[in-house]
């Protein structure tokens, strides 16, 4: 037998402490315990069984499905699980194994009609509570991964030769396993941040909180204070990690001369745990694992090597200035966002903020005279927007809807046109239909353009333009990549039927064959087209534009000024995004592929 099936078949060395009870745990869980030599044990509060209670005068009588070592109280760790498992389906047999029965009466919990699923985990919890008080009595640890918090009613049946009797009603929590457990509520989500304390605990937790969440959040239990006359919050309980909101979602509590750890539900439990036992637990109860740790005291500065302590000093201030870039990032974030809120209204806002977000745009975009009529004392019926350009008026409709529009609403800006002309004596007078569509939509995601043939057709007779906001929107930054100016886009605005931002003279050359040194460089196979240092090329990936320019050109590894034909590699003075379709200006490419 070769050395390699040898090791194949060698058990891991499992260590005789911690002695660990695992209940619920997934396999994958407990074998990796297993393999890094923890002396792990199965147990289950209970799980979830589909009931046949399908009339109203049905009821089941189900034998108590927790199991908890007998010898519970000799063990170190105590880890629990309360993430959601399988229902299991009733067998048809009762799940009431009268065999084993010693003496004249046993018990059973009662399914009645209309429960189709009984949840045994809150009256194994219930167990596991009262035996919690002596296992935390000693330097002992429970650690719980938390899920969604269940209240169940049972009813208890005392079965005797007589008769069945219901003898007790009572309502168990599947989440307080110990006593003095903190008030808990149920709140899901998945952002959380650190707590003060705990900073070793928490960064474990959040290391292992991708893919993760929480289900439940807690108060940090407090005590009175006859000194201060009020309740403060008692030390032995420490946050790890919170939510949004500052509501905990993560704690260590010391009760007795034990330990409590509640989690979110993490990934991978397993990996999350070992480091939990070797990196920190075992540094805190060195008793309860004498063969885990890291010698984490070698690396905490206590016994340091020659030039160790000056390293870790400039460490200390790489990650202040780390942290201090990016409390100016996210700050410099924050002005961005205020500063450009109103592209963000225009695509999500309706009424009084949307008018407001396309006047500031207009604004932007040029036009001197921009007027919210809202503000006005003019008659009821008029437009939301007016731009008077001295020798033409621009007379604006503004919606946002959740839907497409109607034919109503594209068309009453013409009734205000026409009213505006008669008023100036003048034809001068251009009606636009601004509308933010779909609004609850992503704008990629929505119709576009929403406008019906007949909507269409109607605006080109009636001589008014339709547009949506989120070809405004794209057309700011087709502006800021120098693909349109500010000019261009303001003379598309009295334009008829549907309007759209994009040059008519713009061509395309497609995709390049090959793109090299992270987009800076170019093969194309191009044909009666003309390429010349100097050009400006558009990039085109999706929505988004970006200009570059053509600082080179080759033609078999040999520069050329210019270049119609051929396969031709191009330098650029910036990076195109992989896979992007090129095109440039050009009234004389004739041959060349319209956009």
Sequence with gaps: MTSEVTDCLIEPAINERPMICVFDGDDQTLALLKKEGFNCSKATLGNLMRVPNTKRESQHLLQLTHSIPENFHEFDVAIV???????????????????????????????????????????????????????????????????????????????????????????????????????????????????????????????????????VVFEHPTIWDGGQRMSVPIKSFTPLASNDAGEIVAFGHEVNN????????????????????????????????????????????????????????????????????????????????????????????????????IATYLEWLGFDSVVNMDETDNDTLEEDLQIDCGDKLLVVEVKGIGGTSTDKACSQISKIKFRRAEQRGKFDVFGLYIVNHQRYVSPKNRKNPPFTEHQINDARL???????????????????????????VRGRLFDYGVIDFYPSNMISIGRPSETLKKGRVLIFEIADVLLAAGMKLVAKKGDSYSVHEILSIQVDGVDVASVSSGEVGVMLDTGVPNRSEILLWGDNQAQATPV
């Design 258 to 357: 034990g330990l409590v750890l509640v989690f979110p539900q993490v990934e991978n439990k397993g990996a999350f745990l070992c480091e939990l036992f070797n990196n920190h637990l075992a540094e805190i109860f060195p008793e309860v694992f004498p063969y885990s740790g890291n010698f984490g005291w070698l690396d905490d500065g206590s016994y340091p090597l020659p030039g160790e302590l000056a390293l870790l000093e400039h460490r200390e201030q790489l990650d202040a200035k780390y942290q201090q870039d990016v409390a100016d990032n996210e700050h410099a974030l924050r002005a961005i966002k205020a500063e450009h809120i109103f592209l963000r209204e225009m695509l999500t806002e309706s009424g009084e903020k949307l008018v407001c977000a």
């Design 81 to 215: 699980d309360l993430a959601p498992k399988e229902a299991e389906s009733y067998d048809g047999t009762g799940h009431l194994d009268l065999k084993n029965v010693v003496g004249d009466k046993t018990y059973a919990l009662l399914s009645e009609f209309p429960q189709q699923v009984f949840d045994f985990k809150p009256f194994g919890a219930h167990a596991l509570l009262s035996k919690m008080e002596d296992f935390l009595s000693r330097s002992s640890i429970l650690i719980v991964f938390a899920d969604e918090q269940v209240n169940a009613k049972y009813q208890l049946v005392e079965i005797t030769s007589a008769r069945n009797n219901v003898c007790d009603v009572f309502t168990c929590s599947n989440i307080e396993l110990y006593p003095g457990f903190p008030v808990v509520r149920n709140k899901a989500g998945s952002r959380l941040k650190a707590s003060d304390g705990g900073a070793g605990v928490s960064g474990l937790l959040f290391k292992y909180m991708k893919g993760g969440s929480y289900k």
């Design 462 to 488: 009636d001589k008014r333009g339709l547009l949506t906001t989120y070809d405004l929107y794209r057309a700011y930054f087709l502006i800021l990549g120098n693909v349109l100016d500010k000019e261009f």
